[in-house]
């Protein structure tokens, strides 16, 4: 039995909710419960027709301010929800490391975006941290691209 008080703990589409040790602590681990599991949301992006894709990347977003910024594009509305849930955003698209994306207009090429923040003076030792975060993050999320972790692209931005 776990913690909540049933033998296994499901997906809203009823499978499995699948325990991966290394994101057992993340934030989105028990968030993702309330969600369609990794393998249904792939399939409805399929057959959407969507070629779901992460960027990260390290933006400069104010004076002495830096962060590690992730965009998540042509997502299912199913899967934004998820998004959404684990604190990301609508925005537009980052265009380069000094142009973050304008606010959510409603436009169709508009991204899920969420940021890292830290301070350029951080203790590098703090920035590995972060990182480290970071890729636990993305190991989550790439069970949910249909393309896998291939799709997801580190160091480039969304075109």
Request: one cysteine or more; aromatic letters at 8%; proline letters at 5%.
């Amino acid at each position: 039995m776990d913690r909540l008080g049933s033998s296994k703990m499901t997906h809203r589409c009823g499978h499995p909710l699948s325990s991966v040790p290394a994101i057992e602590q993340h934030e989105a681990y028990l968030i993702r419960a309330a969600f369609p599991c990794q393998h249904c949301l792939c399939e409805m992006a399929r057959k959407q027709a969507l070629d779901t894709h992460a960027y990260v990347n390290l933006q400069q977003l104010s004076p002495g301010m830096a962060a590690f910024v992730v965009e998540v594009t042509r997502t299912s509305d199913e899967l934004g929800d998820l998004l959404a849930a684990v604190g990301y955003a609508k925005r537009g698209r980052s265009r380069d490391e000094l142009t973050p994306g304008e606010l959510a207009s409603g436009a169709a090429d508009e991204v899920w975006r969420k940021e890292f923040w830290f301070a350029t003076s951080t203790d590098p030792q703090h920035v590995i941290s972060l990182v480290d975060h970071i890729k636990l993050e993305m190991s989550w999320l790439g069970e949910y691209l249909p393309g896998g972790v291939t799709s997801i692209d580190f160091c480039s931005f969304p075109s």
